[in-house]
Every structure is written in structure tokens, then in C-alpha cells.
């Protein structure tokens, strides 16, 4: 990992091609207004239908360069198996060590697939430990080979965490306006040739390429609804918002 500006705004999935679904529009608009952005992938795909690691791992770097991030790495955690375990808090607790970002966008901690709420899950933890002073200066844990070289990082704690909500059938505490990135959002999602492509392999599970469009279009403009807007993203936090004006709030009630 090349040394670099802290990030702004980091966003953790299990999957190469999870952020792009789920929250690309607001890493891209972000980036526009100057703001560092990054990507980690928890696992390099190798479980897939379609397509191989390697060419998830092309076509991630071509996604990045859409939405315009400073940074993407991917960890070698078993794809299928995001399991919330020491040894895997710590491999993301050195990339937060290393990119300190100030905000955290994690999956919503519930939903269909096993290593997308493991991955809410892991995230959360692996922050909190983040910010331990003394990680890796105690003993009594078995501790993989490299805790040395995490614990000479010092400690960083995101300031905000943010849960990307799109795979979960939840209200949304605010929704994110990204009617004017939402065309490099879908074109950034199907970067991923190999899953997106009109082929053989899949064909019973995956839609076509031009209902990929239509499914994107379809949520952004139900969230853009909620708030007012063409097209949106949805998030939740757990914190209660508070707010100094009222005649500031945005979208309307009536």
C-alpha cells in the first residue's frame, strides 16, 4: 500500500462489486468534491459463478477508476467464509491503521447473503479495536505473525460509521442525492464484465446486462422518492442526527 492522504471516507464489502452496487454513487460524488475516497473488498472472489479472482481483481481496479477513488486493496479472507475472528479484525484493523479514514461505510448488519452481514459485523469491531493503544503490546491471545507490524501503526478510530442499506429492506435514516453520478454508477457496476456479461454460466441466477440497468434504476429512483430527488442512495445510522435549525432540515413533509 503506498503511503498517501488519510482518506475521508472508506467503504468495506465482502465482494468486489458490493460497493459499486451499494453505495458507488456516493464515492464518486465525494471524489468530485475533492474528498479522498477508498474501497476495501474482504475477499477476491474466488467463490463465484462467473468469472475467476483474478479477472473480478482487473475489473475492480477499472470500477475504481470510474468512481474515482484514491485507493483499493482487497484481503485474502476466504470468499464465502467472511467469519468474524481475530485474525480476520486485525487484517482490517491494519488497513484502518494505515488509511485512517474518517468515516466508515459498512453493509447493513442484516440481510440474505452470510458474509455481508459478517462483514457489518467484523467491520464494527475491527474500528473499535483499531483504537487500542496498547493492541498487540499484551499478551494471552494467539497472535498471527504480523501483530508486530500492526501494533507499531498508531491507533486510529473512525469518527463516523455509516451502514450502506440497499441490500436490506429497511427505511433509511437519510438518503444521499446522486442523480448526477448515478450513469457512472451503473457504468462502474458493470465494469465487472466477466459477472455482468450475457453468458451460459449463471444464466438461471443472474439477470441480463440490460435488466442490470433497469434493477439499479428502479432502487435509485425509489430512495430518490423518499427524498426528494431523482435518484439516491440509502444509509442508516445508529446515532440520533441533531440539528440547529429547523428551517434548514431538508425535503419537504408535505
Same mark, same amino acid.
Given at each position: 500500500?503506498?503511503?498517501?492522504a488519510?482518506?475521508d471516507?472508506l ?7 458490493d460497493?459499486?452496487?451499494t ?10 468534491r475533492?474528498q479522498?475516497?477508498g ?12 468469472g475467476? @479472482?483474478e479477472? %473480478?481483481g482487473?475489473?475492480?481496479?477499472? !470500477?475504481?477508476?470510474?468512481?474515482? =477513488?484514491a485507493?483499493?486493496?482487497?484481503? &485474502? ?17 491494519r488497513?484502518?491503521?494505515?488509511q485512517?479514514?474518517?468515516v466508515v ?5 442484516q ?7 459478517n462483514?457489518?459485523t ?15 503490546k ?9 501483530l508486530d507490524?500492526?501494533?507499531?501503526l @498508531?491507533?486510529? %478510530?473512525?469518527?463516523?460509521i455509516?451502514? !450502506?442499506?440497499l441490500y436490506?429492506? =429497511?427505511?433509511?435514516?437519510?438518503v444521499? &442525492?446522486?442523480?448526477a ?10 465494469a ?6 450475457d ?12 435488466e442490470?440497468?433497469?434493477r ?5 429512483a425509489?430512495y430518490?422518492l ?6 439516491a ?16 432540515i ?5
Open positions: 500500500m503506498s503511503e498517501q488519510a482518506l471516507i467503504a468495506i464489502a465482502a465482494h468486489r462489486d460497493v459499486e452496487q453505495c458507488g454513487g456516493v464515492l464518486l460524488k465525494s471524489a468530485e475533492g479522498q475516497t474501497i476495501l473488498d474482504l475477499t477476491q472472489g474466488e467463490m463465484g459463478t462467473r475467476t @479472482a479477472e %473480478r482487473r475489473e475492480a481496479q477499472k !470500477a475504481a477508476r470510474i468512481l474515482k =477513488v485507493w483499493r486493496g482487497a484481503l &485474502d479472507i476466504p470468499d464465502g467464509r467472511v467469519e468474524n475472528t481475530w485474525e480476520n479484525r486485525l487484517k482490517i484493523v488497513v484502518l491503521r494505515e485512517r479514514p474518517r461505510i459498512l453493509p447493513y448488519w440481510g440474505r447473503h452470510p458474509d455481508h452481514y462483514c457489518s467484523l467491520g464494527y469491531e475491527a474500528c473499535f479495536l483499531s483504537g487500542l493503544t496498547k493492541l498487540g499484551t499478551h494471552g491471545f494467539t497472535e498471527p505473525e504480523d507490524a500492526i501494533a507499531a @498508531a491507533p486510529h %478510530r473512525p469518527y463516523k455509516v451502514y !450502506a442499506s436490506y429492506d =429497511v427505511r433509511p435514516t437519510f444521499v &442525492d446522486i442523480s453520478e448515478f450513469e457512472r454508477k451503473v457504468d462502474s457496476l458493470l465487472y464484465q466477466s459477472q455482468y456479461d453468458q451460459a454460466a449463471g444464466s438461471g441466477l443472474f439477470p441480463m446486462r440490460d442490470v440497468r433497469k439499479l434504476e428502479t432502487m435509485a425509489h430518490g423518499l427524498g426528494g430527488v431523482k435518484y442512495e440509502p444509509f442508516v445510522q445508529k446515532e440520533v442526527r441533531v440539528e440547529d435549525d429547523l428551517l434548514a431538508p425535503v419537504k413533509s408535505l
